[in-house]
T-cell receptor, first 115, second 113 residues
Framework: GAVVSQHPSWVICKSGTSVKIECRSL??????MFWYRQFPKQSLMLMAT?????????EQGVEKDKFLINHASLTLSTLTVTSAHPEDSSFYIC???????????FGSGTQLSVL | AQSVSQHNHHVILSEAASLELGCNYS??????LFWYVQYPGQHLQLLLK??????LVKGIKGFEAEFIKSKFSFNLRKPSVQWSDTAEYFC???????????FGTGTRLQVFP
Protein backbone atom coordinates (compact mmCIF):
# COMPACT_ATOMS: atom_id res chain seq x y z
CA GLY A 1 0.00 0.00 0.00
CA ALA A 2 0.91 3.64 -0.21
CA VAL A 3 3.53 4.82 2.26
CA VAL A 4 4.18 8.16 3.84
CA SER A 5 7.63 8.51 5.33
CA GLN A 6 8.06 10.97 8.17
CA HIS A 7 11.49 11.87 9.45
CA PRO A 8 12.83 12.07 12.07
CA SER A 9 10.73 9.79 14.25
CA TRP A 10 11.95 11.53 17.37
CA VAL A 11 14.06 14.57 18.10
CA ILE A 12 15.35 16.27 21.21
CA CYS A 13 16.47 19.88 20.92
CA LYS A 14 17.43 22.82 23.07
CA SER A 15 15.04 25.67 23.66
CA GLY A 16 15.47 28.39 21.03
CA THR A 17 16.64 26.12 18.23
CA SER A 18 14.69 25.20 15.10
CA VAL A 19 13.65 21.73 14.08
CA LYS A 20 12.63 20.54 10.62
CA ILE A 21 10.33 17.58 10.10
CA GLU A 22 9.96 15.99 6.67
CA CYS A 23 6.94 14.23 5.24
CA ARG A 24 7.37 12.28 2.00
CA SER A 25 4.91 10.31 -0.05
CA LEU A 26 7.00 7.45 -1.33
CA UNK A 27 4.93 5.90 -4.11
CA UNK A 28 2.29 8.47 -4.91
CA UNK A 29 1.94 12.18 -5.50
CA UNK A 30 0.15 14.49 -3.13
CA UNK A 31 -0.93 18.05 -3.88
CA UNK A 32 -2.29 18.26 -0.34
CA MET A 33 -0.60 17.27 2.89
CA PHE A 34 -1.76 17.86 6.43
CA TRP A 35 0.12 18.49 9.66
CA TYR A 36 -1.34 17.42 13.00
CA ARG A 37 -0.18 17.79 16.57
CA GLN A 38 -1.13 15.48 19.39
CA PHE A 39 -0.58 16.19 23.07
CA PRO A 40 -0.70 13.27 25.52
CA LYS A 41 -4.20 11.87 25.96
CA GLN A 42 -5.64 14.44 23.55
CA SER A 43 -6.94 14.34 20.01
CA LEU A 44 -4.89 14.82 16.90
CA MET A 45 -5.37 18.49 16.13
CA LEU A 46 -5.01 19.78 12.60
CA MET A 47 -2.40 22.53 12.50
CA ALA A 48 -2.30 23.35 8.82
CA THR A 49 -3.06 22.19 5.32
CA UNK A 50 -0.07 22.21 3.03
CA UNK A 51 -0.68 22.80 -0.67
CA UNK A 52 1.97 22.13 -3.28
CA UNK A 53 3.22 25.32 -4.85
CA UNK A 54 1.22 27.66 -2.66
CA UNK A 55 1.02 28.92 0.89
CA UNK A 56 -0.19 26.66 3.64
CA UNK A 57 -3.54 27.23 5.28
CA UNK A 58 -3.23 27.43 9.04
CA GLU A 59 -5.89 26.58 11.58
CA GLN A 60 -7.02 29.17 14.05
CA GLY A 61 -4.56 29.64 16.86
CA VAL A 62 -1.58 28.17 15.01
CA GLU A 63 1.24 30.67 14.50
CA LYS A 64 2.36 30.55 10.89
CA ASP A 65 5.65 32.29 11.68
CA LYS A 66 6.46 29.68 14.29
CA PHE A 67 5.41 26.62 12.32
CA LEU A 68 6.80 27.13 8.84
CA ILE A 69 5.43 24.81 6.20
CA ASN A 70 6.96 24.27 2.79
CA HIS A 71 5.42 22.02 0.15
CA ALA A 72 7.87 22.42 -2.69
CA SER A 73 7.09 19.26 -4.60
CA LEU A 74 4.31 16.73 -5.05
CA THR A 75 6.05 14.29 -2.73
CA LEU A 76 7.53 16.42 0.03
CA SER A 77 6.23 18.76 2.70
CA THR A 78 8.30 20.07 5.59
CA LEU A 79 7.32 21.54 8.93
CA THR A 80 9.88 23.69 10.69
CA VAL A 81 9.31 24.53 14.32
CA THR A 82 11.21 27.77 14.76
CA SER A 83 12.66 28.92 18.08
CA ALA A 84 11.24 25.88 19.80
CA HIS A 85 10.15 26.07 23.41
CA PRO A 86 9.26 23.32 25.88
CA GLU A 87 5.54 23.92 25.27
CA ASP A 88 6.11 22.89 21.64
CA SER A 89 7.00 19.40 22.82
CA SER A 90 4.43 17.18 21.23
CA PHE A 91 3.80 14.41 18.74
CA TYR A 92 3.55 15.72 15.18
CA ILE A 93 1.94 13.64 12.44
CA CYS A 94 1.64 14.34 8.74
CA UNK A 95 -0.77 12.89 6.24
CA UNK A 96 -0.85 13.04 2.46
CA UNK A 97 -3.74 12.80 0.05
CA UNK A 98 -3.09 10.67 -3.03
CA UNK A 99 -3.68 12.82 -6.11
CA UNK A 100 -5.09 9.79 -8.01
CA UNK A 101 -7.75 8.43 -5.70
CA UNK A 102 -7.81 11.04 -2.91
CA UNK A 103 -7.10 8.44 -0.25
CA UNK A 104 -5.40 9.74 2.86
CA UNK A 105 -2.25 8.13 4.25
CA PHE A 106 -0.47 8.99 7.48
CA GLY A 107 3.15 9.22 8.45
CA SER A 108 4.44 7.47 11.55
CA GLY A 109 4.81 10.69 13.50
CA THR A 110 7.61 12.67 15.10
CA GLN A 111 8.00 12.98 18.84
CA LEU A 112 9.55 16.38 19.57
CA SER A 113 11.01 17.08 22.99
CA VAL A 114 12.29 20.57 23.68
CA LEU A 115 14.54 20.93 26.70
CA ALA B 1 -18.35 23.43 18.36
CA GLN B 2 -17.15 20.57 16.23
CA SER B 3 -15.86 17.67 18.28
CA VAL B 4 -15.57 13.92 18.53
CA SER B 5 -15.88 12.05 21.81
CA GLN B 6 -14.52 8.61 22.49
CA HIS B 7 -15.61 7.67 25.97
CA ASN B 8 -13.55 4.51 26.32
CA HIS B 9 -9.96 5.54 26.82
CA HIS B 10 -8.58 2.10 27.58
CA VAL B 11 -10.28 -1.23 26.96
CA ILE B 12 -8.90 -4.60 28.02
CA LEU B 13 -10.41 -7.77 26.63
CA SER B 14 -9.66 -11.45 26.34
CA GLU B 15 -9.48 -13.07 22.94
CA ALA B 16 -12.87 -14.02 21.50
CA ALA B 17 -14.67 -11.34 23.52
CA SER B 18 -16.94 -8.93 21.68
CA LEU B 19 -15.89 -5.34 21.21
CA GLU B 20 -17.79 -2.10 20.99
CA LEU B 21 -16.02 1.25 21.05
CA GLY B 22 -18.13 4.34 21.39
CA CYS B 23 -17.86 7.41 19.19
CA ASN B 24 -20.12 10.44 19.36
CA TYR B 25 -19.69 13.58 17.33
CA SER B 26 -20.87 17.14 17.32
CA UNK B 27 -20.89 18.71 13.88
CA UNK B 28 -23.33 20.92 12.01
CA UNK B 29 -24.42 19.51 8.69
CA UNK B 30 -23.79 16.33 6.77
CA UNK B 31 -20.71 14.42 7.78
CA UNK B 32 -18.32 11.74 6.70
CA LEU B 33 -17.21 9.39 9.47
CA PHE B 34 -14.05 7.35 9.86
CA TRP B 35 -12.35 4.88 12.13
CA TYR B 36 -8.58 4.73 12.01
CA VAL B 37 -6.35 2.18 13.70
CA GLN B 38 -2.74 2.47 14.77
CA TYR B 39 -1.00 -0.80 15.54
CA PRO B 40 2.06 -0.60 17.82
CA GLY B 41 4.93 1.00 15.97
CA GLN B 42 2.94 1.55 12.80
CA HIS B 43 1.20 4.34 10.95
CA LEU B 44 -2.42 5.35 11.34
CA GLN B 45 -4.44 3.49 8.76
CA LEU B 46 -8.07 3.57 7.70
CA LEU B 47 -10.24 0.83 9.18
CA LEU B 48 -13.56 1.86 7.66
CA LYS B 49 -15.53 4.90 6.59
CA UNK B 50 -19.08 6.09 6.11
CA UNK B 51 -20.00 8.60 3.44
CA UNK B 52 -23.63 7.79 2.64
CA UNK B 53 -26.02 4.89 2.08
CA UNK B 54 -26.24 1.85 4.33
CA UNK B 55 -25.48 3.07 7.86
CA LEU B 56 -23.89 -0.26 8.74
CA VAL B 57 -20.40 -0.17 7.32
CA LYS B 58 -18.07 -3.12 7.12
CA GLY B 59 -14.33 -2.60 7.22
CA ILE B 60 -11.20 -4.65 7.20
CA LYS B 61 -10.37 -7.46 9.63
CA GLY B 62 -13.98 -8.13 10.59
CA PHE B 63 -14.71 -4.68 11.99
CA GLU B 64 -17.97 -2.87 11.39
CA ALA B 65 -19.50 0.40 12.50
CA GLU B 66 -23.02 1.70 12.58
CA PHE B 67 -23.96 5.30 11.92
CA ILE B 68 -26.97 6.32 14.01
CA LYS B 69 -27.81 9.83 12.93
CA SER B 70 -30.33 10.47 15.70
CA LYS B 71 -27.69 9.67 18.31
CA PHE B 72 -24.79 11.33 16.48
CA SER B 73 -22.92 8.09 16.98
CA PHE B 74 -20.62 5.87 14.94
CA ASN B 75 -19.68 2.99 17.23
CA LEU B 76 -17.11 0.43 16.18
CA ARG B 77 -17.81 -3.26 16.72
CA LYS B 78 -16.20 -6.63 16.29
CA PRO B 79 -17.90 -9.83 17.43
CA SER B 80 -14.72 -11.67 18.41
CA VAL B 81 -11.42 -9.88 18.97
CA GLN B 82 -7.98 -11.32 18.46
CA TRP B 83 -4.68 -10.59 20.13
CA SER B 84 -3.59 -8.91 16.88
CA ASP B 85 -6.34 -6.31 17.32
CA THR B 86 -4.31 -4.71 20.10
CA ALA B 87 -3.94 -1.11 18.90
CA GLU B 88 -5.10 2.45 19.31
CA TYR B 89 -8.40 3.28 17.60
CA PHE B 90 -9.38 6.76 16.52
CA CYS B 91 -12.79 7.99 15.40
CA UNK B 92 -12.84 11.00 13.07
CA UNK B 93 -15.33 13.19 11.24
CA UNK B 94 -15.30 15.79 8.52
CA UNK B 95 -17.85 17.83 6.63
CA UNK B 96 -18.69 17.21 3.01
CA UNK B 97 -16.66 20.01 1.51
CA UNK B 98 -13.70 20.16 3.81
CA UNK B 99 -10.46 18.25 4.19
CA UNK B 100 -10.31 19.00 7.88
CA UNK B 101 -10.57 15.80 9.87
CA UNK B 102 -11.57 16.14 13.51
CA PHE B 103 -10.30 13.29 15.63
CA GLY B 104 -11.37 11.81 18.92
CA THR B 105 -8.82 11.24 21.67
CA GLY B 106 -8.45 7.59 20.78
CA THR B 107 -9.14 4.32 22.56
CA ARG B 108 -6.36 1.98 23.49
CA LEU B 109 -7.41 -1.64 23.09
CA GLN B 110 -5.44 -4.43 24.69
CA VAL B 111 -6.38 -8.00 23.91
CA PHE B 112 -4.93 -10.78 26.00
CA PRO B 113 -4.64 -14.36 24.75
Amino acid sequence: GAVVSQHPSWVICKSGTSVKIECRSLDFQATTMFWYRQFPKQSLMLMATSNEGSKATYEQGVEKDKFLINHASLTLSTLTVTSAHPEDSSFYICSARDIEDEKLFFGSGTQLSVL
Amino acid sequence: AQSVSQHNHHVILSEAASLELGCNYSYGGTVNLFWYVQYPGQHLQLLLKYFSGDPLVKGIKGFEAEFIKSKFSFNLRKPSVQWSDTAEYFCAVNGLNTDKLIFGTGTRLQVFP
